[in-house]
């Protein structure tokens, strides 16, 4: 293969501790010819020096910004907002192909810098399925907070744990009582986490997929106490959840974990609150009477980031290794130059053009 320069940057996020490549798969990816460079991170849940054991070079916390045109830079979540233009090839989740807050601002910047979003969300086989997920994890942690929340044991602020830990926080102990839960979207990546964890909290969720939801019985819906939600709309679909749900008397649902967390998007399948809820506040009240609470946290996974980056970084080695203008790759960078062709027209269309 061409070399390939590959530049892990330091995610900007006070609570992001996981990485999108571990030592062990940077050690593979320099053995096989790949060029690997590290910027230092007191958040990585991996030290520095075990980058640096394996022959990656070592830099300074955000130094990406100069780093060689023909680096790729590598990542997670959202970019600082300087520079204003991106010149570089960015490997990260851009959110930012339907119509969410900022990403008609963020694909500007790539625009003005001549740069390219290779969103890890559009990395997918020849038949649309995700490469490199972390959605068994991201379901895992909400159904987790959502049992320990009912049960009146989450406390806050959350801070990253291991499995081990976390699964005997949620096996049942004495003066448990029980509860009914409901997953949508049991049957993907993080509907699967979500089911394991319920599991492991002892109970059997209610599991619903497509066909569930295709005529969606809302009433069977509020019957349940607990909500997980991990599906990801492509397309717009009936809301699983309305306003005036919330203030249905005989509603007995009483917590929301919404693990997509696809606020402020004409896709949001739960479009009743406007702002996910974080690591200081994961829980946020959206009705006293009767009470109802949300979970809508937009990085669970980093709060198990050792287990969660393995498992992704192992899916996301396999694939750098076989960086090249096509396959998944290229599939990644024509939806982003139709993201671009998109937001030309709708601002034409805005503008009256």
């Known amino acids: 293969m061409t070399e390939l320069h590959l530049w892990l940057r330091h995610e900007t996020r006070p609570t992001e501790r996981r990485t999108p490549i571990v030592p062990t798969d940077a050690a593979r990816l320099i053995a096989s010819g790949v060029a690997l460079t590290v910027e230092e991170s007191a958040e990585r849940a991996f030290p520095i020096e075990e980058y640096e054991a394996v022959g990656c070079r070592v830099t300074a916390p955000g130094s990406w910004v100069s780093a060689p045109p023909d680096a790729v830079i590598l990542g997670l979540k959202e970019l600082p907002e300087q520079p204003h233009a991106l010149t570089h090839r960015h490997i990260y989740f851009g959110h930012a192909y339907k119509s969410q807050p900022g990403a008609a601002e963020l694909l500007h910047r790539f625009t003005a810098g001549g740069g390219t979003l290779l969103d890890l969300e559009y990395l997918v086989d020849d038949h649309g399925r995700r490469l490199a997920a972390f959605g068994f994890w991201a379901g895992y942690l909400g159904a987790a907070l959502a049992v320990l929340h009912h049960r009146g044991r989450l406390t806050a602020p959350l801070t990253p744990t291991h499995k081990e830990a976390l699964d005997e926080t949620l096996r049942p102990a004495a003066g448990d009582t029980d509860f009914t ?78 693990v997509t967390c696809d606020v402020g998007s004409p896709l949001n399948v739960l479009p009743v609150y406007d702002r996910v809820t974080d690591w200081a506040e994961p829980v946020r009240q959206l009705r006293k009477e009767p009470p109802l609470d949300l979970i809508a946290i937009d990085n669970l996974p980093s709060l198990l980031p050792k287990e969660s980056s393995e498992d992704f970084s192992a899916a996301l080695t396999h694939q750098l290794l076989d960086f090249h203008a096509g396959g998944p790759w290229g599939r990644c960078r024509e939806r982003f130059h139709a993201a671009i062709r998109e937001l030309a027209i709708v601002e034409g269309e805005s503008r009256g053009d």
């Open 181 to 258: 839960a409901l997953v949508i979207g049991a049957l993907g990546r993080s509907g699967r986490g979500a089911r394991v964890a319920f599991l492991t909290a002892g109970m059997e969720p209610t599991c619903w997929d497509l066909a569930e939801t295709r005529a969606l019985d809302r009433r069977a819906l509020l019957a349940h106490d607990v909500l997980v939600n991990a599906v990801l709309a492509t397309t717009p679909v009936p809301p699983f959840l309305r306003e005036q749900d919330l203030d249905d008397p005989e509603r007995r649902l009483r917590t929301v974990c919404d």
